[in-house]
């Protein structure tokens, strides 16, 4: 397998003014709470990173160093052009997806003839529902920015390890589903619809907002 890193041409990736985009990383957080974004977001309240969040910052860093190692600059196109005959292999990709108003770093993409495999690290190697909604994220904006018909399979790995321990096709109804999601972070963000708390204890117990939320669950 070939290493790529991309290098973008920024003019192309401009953010119009009139556009909202929203991290795809908040589809997870959604999926836990989407109160978390009104507090953090809305109400702007600062709170630390979690213990858990600076590990995995640190872990992201020192895997994107030893990738870099080995890894020969190129363009994404040409990446892509390369991927019809040899497979290839990119980490912390930039995607930005105009049509649905969403961005942020794929952590690391596989590119064969036949398919692009979106991976995720995570901590463990429990598929949750908000993070595997967050690779959908990821998966949705890739397949917006290329023009190309292979299938994407999306995939969670344990950070630090070769384990893979989620994979899922992303076809026409996870599409479909994901882009409703996406819509209705949007709509949220816009003041359409209410922030809905979470009902669940556990989360409130170990969320990083809980000392400044009106809305948490007694434990
Ligand atoms: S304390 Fe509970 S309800 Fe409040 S933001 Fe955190 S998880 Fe959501």
């Known amino acids: ?28 957080t959604q999926g836990f709470c989407e109160y978390c974004i009104k507090l953090e977001y809305h109400d702007e309240i600062k709170v630390g990173p979690t213990k858990a969040m600076l590990k995995g910052t640190q872990e992201h ?24 005959t040899a497979e290839m292999l990119s980490r912390e990709m930039w995607v930005e997806s105009e049509s649905y108003g969403i961005r942020g770093y794929i952590d690391e993409i ?38 190309d018909d292979r299938r994407i399979v999306a995939s969670l790995r344990q950070r630090g390890t070769d384990n893979i321990f989620w994979v899922a096709p992303f076809d026409t109804r996870v599409e479909r589903a994901t882009i409703e999601l996406v819509e209705r972070v949007h709509r949220l963000l ?15 117990r170990s969320c990083r907002f809980k000392t400044h939320c009106d809305m948490k669950c007694e434990f």
């Open 61 to 84: 860093s020192a895997l994107e160093a030893k990738f870099l190692e080995e890894a020969e600059e190129t363009t994404f196109e040409e990446m892509m052009e390369s991927s019809k």
């Open 110 to 147: 596989w590119m064969t003839p036949e398919e692009f495999v979106i991976i995720d690290d995570k901590p463990g190697q429990r598929a949750y529902s908000s993070t595997i909604n967050q690779v959908y994220g990821y998966c949705l904006a890739f397949k917006d920015i290329i023009n």
């Open 1 to 28: 397998m070939k290493y790529g890193k991309p290098i973008f041409d920024q003019s192309k990736l401009k953010i119009t003014s009139d556009k909202k985009y929203f991290p795809i990383s908040w589809l997870n």
């Open 190 to 204: 816009n003041g359409e619809e209410e922030f809905i708390p979470t009902k669940n204890a556990n989360k409130c």
